[in-house]
């Protein structure tokens, strides 16, 4: 490789690449946080001005600051949005694109989009690409890209300069191998972010990756921060079933967002506060506890998921994510087998490593370099000729040979091993305190986080005994919109075939878990959704879009239970999922399965599976949250106090508004009432002068659900 251009500004970047491609540019950009929106906006603009020009973007997951819909929101989020997302530059193609406002040059498609923001946006929807996240590196690149950029982190500078794509090392590495070996030609540019977290191993990559490196001020930025949302009683039901299917020893995948707060502080409760635990469980739980597990985590947890989310974090500092994994599948089967007991170098490692064929006897530098790679033999062992010379100390190479052995194991061995990893992810996103913690932390702890590409984490395939020794045990934990009565899960498209999401890594894991012969899916999702077409069961009949077909069903979680459906006749699955239904819509589900012919006729449920309401579940919930172990931010907020009675009020506010009759009844009694707010409050939302009757109203209604 050569050495890179390195440009000073976003300007002369984007000449390069006008004057570089003479034709249409087929830009690919990693998803999230990882897209150099500065040279992105730079680019776009200046082909927005220029309709001779053609531009396609192919990425995914474009983040934009919150604005709000309604005046309220809008005076509410400004100052918040200020605060907590600094100087981060929103693209530009998302503003237009949301705005139906994209010009006809320019087009836009995205394989994972963030979750229902583009319902009803023709374009978004017509550029939809529904692919695994696995296969998103092969897809992009049969686009006919020709220009690759990402943002990355900096160590250094001049010769010594170091480079890292950070949060996302997952498919760009993969695309441009891709292209390139299409023979087709391809600009990389890496924007330099010296906000962005320096991530060690597999992000790690020399500066001659790219053809152009852009060392622009304008660069430098926050990096996108969503704060951490509250996690309900509902969340913490279903995170409490989740956390008592882990097994210590094992392997865990979660996901972003309140669900996987959830499951991280059920698992810190689990491990630290066991009483309170299991009495937790066992008042939601109207089946009991067998088979649950519910003990401490004395071994730990490897951590294997596409992203690298707060509650991992969380999950390290609290020494449960402590599992380490090592990058040799022999080591590693015989560290799961129990024939290496720990990660505490004794002759008997080395034995057991000679026995397994591993190393051999006479040792080769081949051997000898694998040795001290994982800190087996240390590292001044050197070897010369037929001698292993460590210091003074030197035997021959014949390590069989009793004296040889004998004296590599009393003077050159190492005291533990070395180069374990205890988290491996593909990218990253969390609020600030979560990259201030990755920028902050102790090099010798970061060391044991690798962010790579996901095609090593999302399938076995590619060196499969490695990855199988590595996840034992594993739970993959995913969330679903809607799961029909026989098992399948709708994830990513209504059944209008309007795309909410992606599929992302979904199939890739339920697949994985199908085969890995210790390995479960755990499908999570709420019993219920509510919006403005009312009150709907998140557990149907069927349903006109599937993500992962029936035949893959296996464990099942609502607020109000577990659903084991692994291997169980369709009547069975039928009565397992019902039983984790929402009452107000078990009576319904009942109807359908028996004219269906999938429930006997005479079929009633169970009694104790009667009662699944909301407000059980809260009433159950609430003197743990009130006693700290189930607090509504587990991992903290961004938010003020202020901040959270407000928030909660406008929530109640915009609920009624899409249903008509409880708008009518909390308008009615607010004025009755006539309750006043804090002036600061109503001074925030711009309700601190009335000028209208809708002013009143709007004003009443805000106080009056404080």
Excluded at 247 to 266: E, K
Excluded at 576 to 586: G, K, V, W, Y
Excluded at 594 to 616: F, M, Q, S
Aim: charged share 20%; aromatic share 6%; hydrophobic share 40%.
């Amino acid at each position: 490789m050569t050495a890179p251009l390195f440009v000073a500004s976003m300007d002369a970047c984007v000449d390069h690449i006008l004057d570089a491609v003479a034709g249409p540019i087929v830009l690919g950009i990693p998803l999230g946080v990882g897209k150099p929106n500065p040279l992105v906006n730079a680019l776009y603009q200046r082909i927005k001005a220029s309709p001779a020009r053609q531009l396609r973007i192919i990425t995914a997951l474009s983040l934009e600051k919150p604005v709000g819909h309604s005046e309220l929101e809008k005076n509410f989020l400004q100052p918040l949005v200020e605060r907590v997302f600094g100087d981060y530059p929103d693209l530009d193609y998302v503003k237009d694109l949301r705005a139906n406002q994209l010009p006809p040059n320019i087009e836009v498609q995205e394989f994972f989009m963030k979750t229902g923001d583009y319902l009803g946006n023709v374009a978004a929807q017509m550029g939809h690409i529904s692919t695994n996240y696995t296969f998103a590196a092969r897809d992009m690149a049969v686009q006919g890209m020709n220009v690759v950029a990402q943002a990355v982190a900096a160590k250094g500078e001049g010769e010594s300069l170091r480079l890292s794509l950070s949060s996302n090392p997952d498919i760009t590495q993969a695309v441009v191998e891709s292209v390139r070996a299409s023979g087709q030609p391809v600009i990389t540019v890496g924007v330099i972010n010296h906000k962005t977290p320096f991530m060690p191993n597999g992000a790690e990559i020399s500066p001659d990756f790219f053809d152009v490196v852009v060392t622009d001020p304008a660069g430098t930025h926050d990096v996108f921060a969503p704060p951490n949302n509250k996690v309900s009683p509902a969340d913490y039901a279903i995170g409490l079933h989740a956390s008592s299917l882990v097994q210590d020893g094992g392997t865990l995948q979660i996901g972003i967002g309140s669900l996987g707060d959830a499951i991280g502080q059920s698992l810190i409760v689990r491990d630290r506060h066991g009483p309170e635990y299991r009495r937790i469980l066992a008042s939601i739980c109207p089946g009991g506890l067998a088979g649950r597990e519910l003990g401490r985590f004395d071994i730990g947890l490897y951590g294997c998921s596409e992203m690298l989310v707060n509650a991992f974090l969380r999950l390290i500092e609290a020494g449960i994510i402590r599992r380490e994994v090592y990058d040799d599948a022999v080591l590693q089967q015989l560290l799961n087998s129990g024939e290496i007991p720990d990660n505490c170098v004794t002759p008997h490692m080395l034995q057991a490593l000679l026995d397994a064929g591993r190393i051999r006897s006479p040792l080769s530098e081949e051997d000898l370099d694998f040795l001290k790679h994982y800190g087996i033999l240390r590292a001044e062992v050197v070897l010369h000729g037929q001698q292993l010379r460590c210091g003074s100390h030197q035997c021959s190479n014949q390590i069989r040979e009793p004296s040889s052995f004998a004296l590599v194991s009393q003077h050159m061995l190492g005291t533990h091993l070395l180069h374990g990893m205890y988290m491996t992810g593909g990218f990253f996103l969390g609020p600030r305190d979560f990259y201030e913690r990755l920028r902050t932390m102790a090099p010798q702890d970061l060391a044991k986080i690798d962010m790579t590409r996901i095609d090593f984490i999302n399938q076995l395939y590619g060196n499969d005994a490695l990855k199988r020794a590595q996840r034992r045990k594993a739970s993959f934990m995913n969330t679903t919109m809607v799961v029909t009565l026989l098992g399948a899960a709708a994830s990513d498209t209504l059944e209008s075939g309007q795309v909410v999401s992606g599929v992302g890594g979904q199939y890739n894991f339920v697949a994985m878990s199908h085969a890995l012969a210790d390995a479960r899916l755990i499908m999570m999702l709420r019993a219920t959704h509510d919006n403005k077409h009312g009150l709907k069961s998140s557990i149907v009949w069927n349903y006109g879009s599937v993500t992962i077909p029936r035949h893959l069903r296996d464990v099942v979680i609502t607020e109000y239970g577990i659903a084991e459906l692994r291997g169980q006749s369709d009547g069975e699955v039928v009565k397992r999922l019902i039983a984790i239904a929402d009452s107000r819509f078990q009576d319904e589900l009942v109807k359908q399965a028996k004219a269906h012919g999938k429930l006997e006729a005479d079929y009633e449920i169970p009694e104790c599976y009667r009662h699944n309401l909301p407000e059980v579940i809260a009433a159950k919930i609430k003197p743990w949250s009130e006693a700290g172990l189930l607090p509504d931010f587990p991992f903290g907020t961004d938010l003020t106090e202020d901040e959270l009675h407000m928030v909660r009020a406008l929530k109640k506010m915009k609920h009624a508004s899409h249903h008509p009759a409880e708008l009518v009844t909390m308008a009615v009694k607010s004025l009755w009432e006539g309750k006043e707010a804090p002036p600061a409050y109503l001074a925030r939302l711009g309700l601190d002068e009335v000028h209208s009757f809708k002013d009143r109203v709007m004003r009443r209604l805000f106080a009056n659900n404080l």
